[in-house]
């Protein structure tokens, strides 16, 4: 089993910029594919980016060209870097794993097996 730690959070002004991590243990991130995603207060789990065991990347509509996610194998984390930071921003941000066979790039939260605690950014305008 692999577990995941994020970290990060924070509050910010919009238009700042603030990176998350995702710290994975036991099992090595090679072998997953990663993803964020994030909840805002009385909504439903949002995809936000993933980066899959192969290299390939996505994002959602509403953070791309500001979110930039990435993989660093020698320190086992994922990491999300966000700029341009705005209010509708704010949300707990997790970070997700999903094992077994890559098929095609993963957005329902449903198809990811281990999460992280998650960690609150909170953007003020």
């Known amino acids: 089993q692999v577990q995941l730690v994020e970290s990060g959070g924070g509050l910010v002004q919009a238009g700042s910029s603030l990176s998350l991590s995702c710290k994975a243990s036991?099992?090595?991130?090679?072998?997953?594919?990663m993803a964020w995603f994030r909840r805002a207060s009385g909504k439903e789990r949002e995809f936000v980016a993933t980066?899959?065991?192969?290299?390939?990347?996505f994002y959602s509509e509403s953070v791309k060209g500001r979110f930039t996610i990435s993989s660093n194998i020698t320190d086992n984390t994922v990491y999300l870097q966000m700029t341009g930071l705005k209010p509708e921003d704010t949300a707990v941000y997790s970070c997700?794993?999903?094992?077994?066979?890559?098929?095609?790039?993963?957005?329902?939260?449903?198809?990811?097996?281990?999460w992280g605690q998650g960690t609150q950014v909170t953007v003020s305008s």
């Open positions: 997700a794993a999903r094992g077994g066979s890559f098929v095609y790039v993963r957005t329902r939260s449903s198809e990811y097996e281990y």
């Open positions: 980066f899959t065991r192969t290299g390939r990347i």
């Open positions: 036991g099992r090595t991130i090679s072998e997953y594919d």
